[in-house]
Nanobody, 125 residues
């Protein structure tokens, strides 16, 4: 069983950057794929990015392509989401999630087995 915990959220001005971290405990993460999701107030949770067990499958939502970068460090049991050129519409609670097998269905939250509690990101001037 995996426990996930996000950190690195906060308040940033438009154009700024943040790096979110998702630290896992309870098991090694080598065989898990990881996704980042976000949920803005009054909106559904949507997929932002996904990193497979290797670097063979990395996906991004169109809204964040070129601005966000997902990476992972299995030795540290940590998954990162580097966010640059942040926009007010990026404001949301960001969640990390682990999937045993998501692949091309990475956008579907039902494919994820474990979730973190989330971290708030607020982009505002």
């Amino acid at each position: 069983q995996l426990q996930l915990s996000e950190s690195g959220g906060g308040f940033v001005q438009p154009g700024g950057s943040l790096r979110l971290s998702c630290t896992a405990s309870g098991s090694e993460i080598d065989w898990w794929g990881f996704g980042w999701f976000r949920q803005a107030p009054g909106q559904e949770r949507t997929a932002v990015s996904y990193h497979s067990t290797s670097s063979e499958a990395i996906y991004y939502a169109d809204s964040v392509k070129g601005r966000f970068t997902i990476s992972r460090d299995n030795a540290k049991k940590t998954i990162y989401l580097q966010m640059t050129n942040l926009k007010p519409e990026d404001t949301a609670v960001y969640y990390c999630a682990a999937a045993w097998s998501a692949g091309t269905n990475w956008r579907e939250s039902n494919n994820y087995n474990y979730w973190g509690p989330g971290t708030q990101v607020t982009v505002s001037s």
